[in-house]
């Protein structure tokens, strides 16, 4: 069991947490990636417009333990249509863990969230 821990909504006020938080732990890939793709994956999770953006459109789910936090899930209503997403999609972005907390069930419990917010956010699944 892990003291301190804690599950809330991420504001505005957690975006530089947030972004240190994606960079760590998507940096554990680096090597997997190559330099090419790493540097373009960390200039976008760095970005700090981007990262304004999405906390606007965003609800963000994280873990906080001993009041840092080591987990982050963003739900994006439907309506934000990207290249991936059509816009009556809602889909889910930037999961992770900080690597030192992994394999204790953070980013699970992030992910069920997520749906029970979707769930009662009344969004629709595709058929």
């Known amino acids: ?8 909504y991420a504001t505005a006020r957690d975006k530089d947490e947030l972004i240190a938080l994606g960079i760590k732990a998507f940096g554990q890939y ?8 790493w540097e373009l994956m960390s200039s976008r ?19 906080t333990i001993d009041g840092r936090i080591r987990g982050m899930a963003f ?6 249509a990207t290249e991936m997403f059509k816009a009556e999609w809602s889909h889910l972005r930037l999961i992770c863990v900080d690597p030192e907390w992994g394999r ?5 419990t992030l992910t069920e969230m997520c749906v029970e917010h979707a769930r ?6 595709s058929e």
């Not at 090597?31 to 793709?37: A, K, S, T, V």
């Not at 009662?120 to 699944?125: A, L, Q, W, Y």
Request: proline share 2%; charged share 25%; net charge negative.
């Open 1 to 8: 069991m892990i003291n301190n821990l804690l599950y809330r």
């Open 30 to 37: 680096k090597e997997i990636l190559g330099d090419d793709n």
């Open 45 to 63: 999770l760095g970005n700090e417009e981007q990262m304004t953006g999405l906390l606007r459109k965003a609800t963000i789910f994280a873990c």
């Open 75 to 80: 739900f994006i209503p439907s309506g934000e």
């Open 104 to 108: 204790q069930g953070l980013g699970r």
């Open 120 to 125: 009662r956010s009344e969004e629709h699944t």
